[in-house]
């Protein structure tokens, strides 16, 4: 018997590559939870919906980057005065503002979520 005469009896499994194991065999029917598989164990398609939803992440830290610039224009812009460097300066200016850019960042992502228009549950009181 050769490698071909499986795949001339079954047209639907070619013969797979010797060495090498065979990709429908990972991730057969029977692999699949039972809700999943249709007729005879072939896979069914189940149509999902899926929520497009703003990575919260980026949004933050997008305010936080926007902070340091702003910082550190300030800082350059600002002469030393009050025996402040401009470093220091620069530092204290960063965390103020990185915490309200993180916290506005944050706003707008939530403010973006709602606006996305995704439907929503009612709820009980």
Avoid: K, N
């Avoid at 639907?12 to 029977?30: I, K, N, T, V």
């Avoid at 692999?31 to 899926?50: C, H, M």
């Avoid at 990185?98 to 009181?125: E, I, K, T």
């Amino acid at each position: 018997m050769s490698e071909q005469e499986p795949a001339a009896r079954d047209p639907q499994h070619p013969a797979e590559p010797a060495g090498q194991p065979a990709a429908s065999a990972a991730a057969g029917p029977a692999d699949q939870p039972a809700d999943q598989r249709g007729e005879q164990g072939r896979t069914r398609l189940v149509q999902v919906t899926r929520r497009r939803a703003p990575r919260y992440r980026a949004f933050v830290l997008a305010g936080v980057v926007v902070a340091l610039l702003a910082a550190a224009v300030v800082a350059v812009l600002t002469p030393p005065s009050g025996g402040y460097s401009q470093r220091a300066l620069f530092g204290y200016l960063f965390v103020v503002l990185g915490v309200v850019g993180a916290l506005l960042g944050g706003l707008v992502a939530v403010l973006v979520d709602r606006a996305s228009g995704r439907p929503r549950r009612a709820g009980r009181r």
